[in-house]
């Protein structure tokens, strides 16, 4: 019943893939389209990407410790949210795991949403922000965050793909890759607007919310209009069936 309910949730929240793609993409567009093409900030978070992507070609299996770590210490941090006790954590280059006094849907699968380095570089940004504004440019932070939006990619989809995960089949997988890829493209939309020069996370979320009223309301609207004409061609067919 549990699974019945988590996939029905998944189907109807589907169009927030689209609602959340869109957002990045058009993000992306302005920014290209409308001027500065490139400011300081765009280029090196760019060149973050690029400088992770080319580090994970190149020495993929020396940084898997590295996300080991984020992951079972996220597992550990969801826990500890919901109020779990941790009994033990074990953190290797061929794998870890957390022992907890309990498990549920949040603790399972927020290493798959939760990028931690990049909110924990978004906190610390935050706080040389409100202590010293001018000690480091925002470029540097910003390439930081696409490092990190990139090393969070690269390693769960590898965490997904290479190893079958207990963890995605717990709650179904339908559900789980849902909340997986709407955690990740919410993420990457923050990571993107943080450094846009034409987008506030207020305008973001704003656009977001719009969009995905649109969404649904065009779904409400095309559903109606099936049932009508569906209603309307059986009301015609009784009617052939009932004349004389």
């Known amino acids: 019943m549990k699974r019945l309910f988590l996939f029905l949730l998944a189907l109807i929240g589907t169009p927030l893939v689209w609602v959340l793609g869109h957002c990045f993409l058009k993000t992306l567009a302005v920014d290209w389209l409308d001027q500065p093409l490139w400011t300081a900030p765009r280029i090196a978070f760019v060149a973050g990407c690029v400088t992770m992507m080319a580090l994970y070609a190149w020495k993929a299996r020396a940084m898997v410790v590295l996300y080991v770590f984020a992951h079972e210490v996220t597992h550990a941090l969801a826990g500890l949210c919901c109020f779990a006790r941790i009994h033990q954590i074990s953190i290797r280059a061929t794998g870890g795991f ?18 931690l380095y990049l909110l924990v570089a978004v906190f610390l940004y935050c706080v040389q922000q409100y202590l010293l504004p001018d000690a480091l440019p925002f470029a540097c932070w910003a390439f930081l965050f696409g490092v990190l939006t990139v090393f969070h990619i690269c390693y769960t989809t590898d965490a997904l793909f290479s190893v079958s995960q207990p963890d995605t089949l717990e709650y179904g997988r339908f559900f789980s890759w849902w909340l997986i ?52 061609d059986s009301a015609s067919t009784s009617e052939v069936k009932g004349q004389p």
């Open 181 to 232: 890829l709407v955690a990740n493209l919410f993420f990457a939309v923050f990571a993107i607007t943080i450094t846009s020069p034409n987008y506030t996370v207020r305008r973001q979320a704003a656009q977001g919310v719009a969009a995905t009223r649109q969404v649904y309301h065009a779904l409400y609207a095309g559903t109606t209009r099936i049932v009508q004409r569906l209603t309307a």
């Open 98 to 115: 957390v022992r907890l006094s309990k498990s549920n849907l949040v603790i399972t699968l927020a290493p798959y949403c939760v990028p």
